[in-house]
């Protein structure tokens, strides 16, 4: 599998710093709740954008936060146009990241044994 570019991964973590803002001053839309932007994979030809994105009500809403984003990536991407100097804006795709809650459920398992092994100490 191809590296992205540097510039593609330079062009991905101002978008998503943009969008961060965008989405949290701008977006007035209630359904998309607060989302935080956790990446922004680039394409090669930087015309396509697949933004991860995690919820803080959870899992629940993520499917209604994802299309709710989806609806408002219009306006975003005039936005985009507006505050960044590139030839073309690339097409946003949104998909939730549940990275962080497996995380968090991996930590709880690995507390969990920790907690069974001091409960019976082997001989």
């Known amino acids: 599998m191809k590296r992205p570019s540097q510039r593609a ?24 709740g607060q989302v935080t932007i956790t990446g922004v994979d680039m394409s090669g030809d930087l015309s396509h954008a697949t933004v991860r994105f995690s919820s803080l009500a959870g899992k629940d809403t993520a499917k209604d936060a ?25 097409q946003l795709k949104f998909v939730y990241d549940d990275s962080i809650e497996s995380g968090i459920r991996m930590s709880k398992l690995i507390d969990e044994a920790v907690a069974s092994d001091k409960q019976h100490p082997s001989e």
């Open 9 to 32: 991964h330079r062009v991905g973590d101002q978008i998503q710093r943009e969008l961060a803002d965008l989405i949290k001053n701008e977006v007035k839309d209630p359904r998309v």
């Open 66 to 90: 994802a299309a709710s984003l989806s609806r408002t990536a219009g306006f975003l991407r005039s936005e985009l146009s507006r505050r960044l100097n590139l030839y073309s804006v690339p």
